[in-house]
């Protein structure tokens, strides 16, 4: 069976690709008759080479050898491999390199059956490259050569390049770790060798070291970050994003060295290079801003926003703030254009004190800060101090109130209470206080030297301030009740300066001294001290036949203020003291 056609000689060349057995007889072709002898067969076995040519070699080329000169490996036989880590090398020198006399098979590290010197292919695949733009430079072949890359053939030659390196660039490739290349080389007769460059050309990013620009800002505000260290590659840019680790929560689109950020809240930013050409990322920096809450300045309020001429504001208090005061101010107008005065005050509460008397209407604000962020001005607070209202004898310039001051140049007399924040008679005029009637000042009280201000008898001077300075004289009646003969009044002056003979003379006049615990006659030209009390008996001169009243008229500067009255403990347990105020 299985006759191999044309052989019919006493020899037979073989190259069975399995153990095969092969049988011969002898034919005799007498005509008419055919015969055949008995025949015998042998048995030719096959050792399969190791190694399997279809595989590329996982970061490491297999060499792969055949007999027979055939790029296409149809008729080329499988004969054996050895390997090269090597991402270049040179049949002829390095790691498993063999003679260019000789064959693959000559390589110490060959696994398989021999290659003959002549007419022999081989090939070589990798499959793994460190991830890079490679320029692919054949140095040297022989005879003719196929370069295929990821399946594709990419170069060819049909020539040897010749016994020297001719140094051909084939290409520039982008590979990586699932790049495949192979190489098919034909060799014919004569001496053979292999020898070809892979280089990078790719420069491969490392990490930045560090983060620089502001780190402390208010919120609402931006800073501008800048990597600095380690190097940009070929094809690296930056990567930003937020976060302790980094990788996460990456801002899209900042490829740039630097980055504007304006955060709400403190936040940690990293960056770190992201080389596109294999995907690669080196290790980053982080750095973080810290945010301040921006100022805010709040709000002013006082109990009184009107107030008298030359008294002191209410306290002035500040709410609603972020930050804290760094000092008050006043100016002349709200616009703080004009007279603007600092107050070395960084309390949220602008005291009577700190702001003292004012005779003029202030604008006052504060200055807050908080942290780094900037200092902002409240809106001002105006504290409104009236012009004075006029009297002229016939009307009022405007409505007089405890907050204006007033100037009376005409006569005027008061049937009702009059609340001013202070008073000046003057021109001449004549203002007299009817009977049940008050003139309430906050203030102080003038009277010119040609002007006269009465009260009549049960009508009253209230003075509000206790630091309000009087000027001039005021007439302030008194009655008694009916007085007979022998009869007492006790007494206490409301101006100052005042002789007891005011009181009525011819009189007698006594005080009393808790030191005898009895009374002490007081002689008529005595002045009255403040706060003492007195008694005066019925003027001599008086009718007693019916009981009768005695009218005093006070003349002088009205008492005011706070008045002491020493309290003495004699020999008994009574003192007099009388009240000092009109």
Do not use: H
């Amino acid at each position: 069976s299985n006759v191999i056609s044309g052989q019919t000689g006493a020899s037979i060349t073989v190259n069975p690709s399995t153990t095969t057995t092969y049988w011969v007889r002898v034919k005799d072709n007498t005509t008419p008759c055919t015969a055949y002898t008995a025949g015998i067969s042998t048995t030719v076995v096959v050792t399969t080479p190791p190694g399997n040519p279809a595989s590329f070699g996982n970061n490491t080329w297999n060499v792969y050898g055949y007999n027979n000169a055939d790029l296409s490996l149809v008729s080329a036989v499988y004969a054996g491999y050895y390997t090269n880590s090597a991402i270049n090398f040179d049949t002829k020198t390095g790691t498993n390199s063999w003679s260019d006399s000789t064959s693959p098979s000559s390589a110490s590290g060959w696994s398989g059956c021999p290659v003959q010197t002549d007419y022999f292919t081989i090939v070589a695949k990798r499959k793994g490259f460190p991830c890079g733009n490679y320029s692919f430079i054949m140095n040297r072949w022989d005879d003719a050569i196929d370069v295929y890359v990821n399946g594709t053939l990419v170069w060819s030659s049909s020539a040897w390049s010749g016994s020297i390196d001719v140094n051909t660039t084939i290409g520039s490739f982008t590979l990586n770790s699932t790049s495949e290349i192979e190489i098919r080389m034909r060799e014919n007769s004569g001496v053979s060798s292999l020898k070809f460059t892979l280089t990078d050309t790719n420069i491969s990013s490392t990490a930045p070291t560090a983060i620089s620009g502001n780190t402390s800002i208010c919120g609402g505000s931006s800073t501008i970050l800048t990597a600095s260290g380690g190097t940009t590659g070929t094809t690296g840019v930056f990567e930003w994003g937020t976060g302790s680790v980094v990788g996460s929560n990456i801002i899209a689109g900042q490829t740039a060295a630097s980055i504007t950020v304006n955060p709400s809240a403190t936040t940690t930013y990293w960056v770190r290079r992201y080389d596109s050409l294999c995907g690669v990322y080196t290790t980053g920096v982080t750095t973080t801003v810290t945010t301040t809450t921006p100022t805010v300045a709040g709000t002013l309020s006082t109990s009184a926003t009107t107030i008298c001429k030359n008294t002191q504001p209410s306290a002035i208090t500040l709410s609603g703030n972020t930050g804290s005061v760094l000092k008050w101010q006043y100016a002349s107008d709200s616009g703080f254009t004009t007279g603007v005065t600092d107050i070395a005050s960084t309390s949220t509460t602008l005291t009577s004190a700190q702001m003292g008397t004012i005779s003029a209407t202030r604008y006052y604000r504060a200055v807050v800060q908080n942290g780094i962020c900037s200092a902002v001005n409240t809106t001002p607070i105006e504290i409104n101090v009236p012009a004075a209202v006029t009297y002229n004898g016939t009307s009022w310039s405007a409505t007089p109130n405890s907050t204006t001051p007033v100037i009376i140049n005409g006569n005027l007399t008061l049937s009702s209470n009059l609340n001013v924040c202070s008073c000046q008679v003057s021109s001449g005029a004549t203002v007299r206080v009817n009977s049940g009637s008050s003139l309430v000042i906050q203030n102080d009280l003038t009277v010119d030297a040609s002007s006269l201000l009465i009260f009549e008898d049960t009508a009253s001077l209230v003075q509000i301030s206790d630091t309000a300075v009087n000027s001039g004289n005021i007439i302030y009646k008194r009655k008694t009740t009916p007085l007979k003969q022998y009869d007492y009044t006790y007494w206490s002056a409301p101006v100052a300066n005042q002789a007891l003979s005011v009181l009525g003379s011819p009189s007698l006049f006594y005080s009393f001294s808790p030191t005898i615990n009895n009374w002490a006659y007081q002689a008529a030209s005595t002045v009255m001290q403040q706060a003492n009390g007195y008694i005066s008996r019925a003027p001599n001169n008086l009718n007693y036949t019916t009981p009768q009243i005695v009218e005093v008229t006070f003349n002088g500067t009205p008492n005011n203020g706070v008045i002491t009255a020493p309290i003495i403990k004699g020999s008994g347990t009574y003192d007099l003291i009388g009240n000092p105020y009109p």
